[in-house]
């Protein structure tokens, strides 16, 4: 299938690796053009020459940092002035650390509201605009399922990226009839850094190992297995893509089954 995204712009924030990364993908696989986002400028080349070798008809990094606001103006910026514009904007970042609700202090939240919270939603403000007066448009949030159904020991995560929801969830009702989509593709077990780090902080508190507890989330997954990051991208290009143009103020999992919710 052509998803139509051959010579669309897109900004990927936080694609060095993992899940950003896997969109980065799928997205150059399609033809697109590229702005990535991260913290290291080496990393961030690298990936760029390999989007460009997978088909991505332009790919360019640019460091940014998603704790401070002014970076992100800066981030928007740069990719409008590499790219000529910004078609499609994917919002992803780092995880809080694991914690149980008892265990968040007013530090933590107010550092990850940064994070989770401010910062999306000002790079989302200044390049929305644009988006609504071209009448079309791609807003994609990579989430959790933790905002459908909270898991156990990210209590940080649960409560910040239910923000972020009720945000995108108001926003994409303001901006639909101008040709612009907004929708959640939330992750359940794929195996990245975040799911190890998760697994090593169960295996302190459970006195396992991470491996015992990589198992346990298998188990708890009717597929049976943890997901990969190449199963992960090509949903979230088929989400930006104009086929979903009719897709919006969604939340899409990609969780092998683990939410059993009918909502």
Not at 109 to 133: C, D, G, K, Y
Request: a neutral charge; proline letters at 4%.
């Amino acid at each position: 299938m052509d998803l139509g995204l051959k010579g669309k712009r897109a900004l990927v924030m936080g694609a060095s690796k993992g899940l950003g990364r896997s969109i980065a993908d799928a997205l150059a696989a399609e033809g697109a053009a590229v702005v990535i986002s991260g913290r290291d400028q080496a990393s961030l080349d690298k990936v760029a020459a390999e989007l460009k070798g997978a088909g991505a008809s332009a790919a360019h990094g640019v460091v940014a940092d998603v704790a401070k606001g002014e970076q992100m103006d800066h981030l928007a910026d740069e990719a409008v002035r590499l790219l000529g514009g910004v078609d499609i904007l994917v919002l992803n970042h780092g995880g809080p650390p694991p914690c149980i609700a008892s265990e968040i202090t007013d530090a933590a939240l107010h550092t990850w509201f940064e994070h989770i919270v401010a910062s999306p939603i000002r790079i989302a403000n200044r390049l929305i605009p644009a988006m609504r007066q071209r009448k079309w448009g791609r807003v994609l949030v990579v989430g959790s399922s933790g905002m459908q159904h909270p898991i156990p020991n990210l209590a940080l995560s649960n409560t910040l990226r239910s923000a972020i929801w009720g945000w995108l969830k108001t926003y994409s009702g303001e901006v639909a009839k101008d040709g612009v989509t907004m929708n959640i593709i939330a992750p359940g077990s794929i195996m990245t850094d975040r799911i190890v780090q998760n697994a090593e902080s169960r295996a302190a508190k459970a006195g396992s190992t991470v491996e015992a507890e990589l198992g346990k989330m298998a188990d708890e997954i009717p597929a049976g297995r943890i997901g990969t990051p190449a199963e992960f991208g090509p949903t979230g290009a088929f989400l930006v893509s104009e086929q979903a143009g009719y897709i919006t103020g969604s939340m899409i999992r990609v969780d092998g089954g683990r939410v059993r919710s009918m909502f």
